[in-house]
Nanobody, 123 residues
Framework: QVQLVESGGGLVQAGGSLKLSCAAS????????MGWFRQAPGKEREFVAA????????SYTDFVKSRFTISRDNAKNTVYLQMRDLKPEDTAVYYC????????????????WGQGTQVTVSS
């Protein structure tokens, strides 16, 4: 069992930065692939980024590539999402997820989810 708690969301102006954190409970964090997803009002949840068990491999959706960076610290049981050059269209609730999957891009590939953290980007 893995419990996930996101933090770091907030209100930021366009062009600004935020760093999201996702703290995981459990001693097997390093055995899980981790992902970030987001859901904007009225839209379906969408994949943002994923990272492998070791952190050696990452995957991004095209619309965040070069602006967002996913990373993890297995000693701290934490995964991060550094977001730069934020745009109003990045406004959404951001969720982290854990699963026995390598760079999964589908929500169904993840077993555990956090409660989400709101990111709002003003123009």
């Amino acid at each position: 069992q893995v419990q996930l708690v996101e933090s770091g969301g907030g209100l930021v102006q366009a062009g600004g930065s935020l760093k999201l954190s996702c703290a995981a409970s459990g001693r097997t964090f390093s055995s899980y692939g981790m992902g970030w997803f987001r859901q904007a009002p009225g839209k379906e949840r969408e994949f943002v980024a994923a990272i492998s068990w070791s952190g050696g491999a990452t995957s991004y959706t095209d619309f965040v590539k070069s602006r967002f960076t996913i990373s993890r610290d297995n000693a701290k049981n934490t995964v991060y999402l550094q977001m730069r050059d934020l745009k109003p269209e990045d406004t959404a609730v951001y969720y982290c997820a854990a699963g026995q999957i390598y760079l999964g891009r589908l929500g169904t590939e993840y077993h555990y989810w956090g409660q989400g953290t709101q990111v709002t980007v003003s123009s």
